[in-house]
């Protein structure tokens, strides 16, 4: 089986569990804590608190943002449901945006029009309490557009960087543009402590508050315990962090490897009617998935060719979620095919191939072949 994707593990990395387990110190300790200090070197911030997965991590920083029950926070249309979730989980309301035909990012014109519908009436204005861009598969939103138009509101923007953990965007990182930023450690990441998350932020006003609501609303920084807040479990264990911190030596590795698998689909793809990934100017994508577009007239087919491709041995699957199109939002808000136009023909067309760091030519030549030949009998 070619599997969709395989987490770089070795034995370093089984060794550095171990001896956190064979220490009996097991929860949030130094290894944590040098593992935030390596997400915050390579995210360029001067903060990062590691908890228990993205998801909480997201939750987290709308609480540490004060988002409040009917209160609004922008997301883009096409995400993992845990965007717009936790917005609901909030008490807030989600307001989606359409995305970039060629980024699959948050558009930032969409993100225009739905801030002037929005600030012209008083009542909408003062709702609006976050805007939260995601860095889909890998590839940075465009967050110089996004925070100008944040900026002229002054809006907080928290990027979901879930997926995105060493990507850049003009030389500068995913999780240093926004008031904070998100990331997974989830093993269809680039590194992973099996479940595990962090929030990185050079406010550090903000990442006392993070730390308050990860441990029960203890304040860090009280000579005694005490409760300031209150607040959740969402402590990372030691062995997470030591393995966090033994993968992260590999981060470098890793990353080229996805990206040099990248280009050789992209070779492959040359001349095939799959659209594969297109990257922005002065963007460093780092490949968390390989997502490329079916032709149009194959959409309808995509539910067979997966399970084709299945049956040969192929795994691939969907790109990621039309979030609004979910039972849940759909019911709850009334969206329908049409709203988000560019989410409807990327959610309809997607499809992730196979990606880790050690696929070989041969099996991406198959993975490709095999899509071809199937589709051209189809
Ligand atoms: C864009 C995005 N946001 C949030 C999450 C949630 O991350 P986690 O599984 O660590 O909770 C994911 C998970 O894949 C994701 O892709």
Known sequence: MIRLTVPSLDQSDFDAVEAVLKSGYLVQGPQVATFEHEIARVSQTLNAVAVTNCTAALQMTLLALDVQPRDLVLVTAYSWVSTANIIELCGAQPVFVDIDPDTFNMCPLALEQVLDRLMQNPAMKARVKAIMPVHTFGQMADMPRILELANAYGIPVVEDAACALAAKL?????????????????PRKAITTGEGGAITTSDNQIAWKLKVLRNHG????????????PGFNNRMTEFQGALGLSQMTKLERIVKARQDAARVYDDLLKDSPLQPPRVAQNSEHVYQSYVTLLPAQYAHQ???????????????NIGTWHMPLTRYYRSRYGYAEG?????????????????????????????????????KHN
């Open 170 to 186: 003009e030389g500068r990182a995913a999780g240093s543009w926004g008031i904070m930023g998100c990331f997974s450690f989830h």
């Open 218 to 229: 203890q304040d860090p920084d009280a000579s005694g315990v005490d409760f300031v807040l």
């Open 339 to 375: 709203d988000f136009p560019i989410a409807d023909h990327v959610f309809a067309r997607a499809l992730t191939l196979p990606l880790f760091e050690g696929i070989t030519f041969e099996q991406q030549h198959s993975v490709v072949s095999n899509i071809l030949e199937i589709l």
């Open 302 to 316: 995509r539910s067979s060719l997966i399970a084709t491709l299945k049956a040969r041995g192929i795994e691939t």
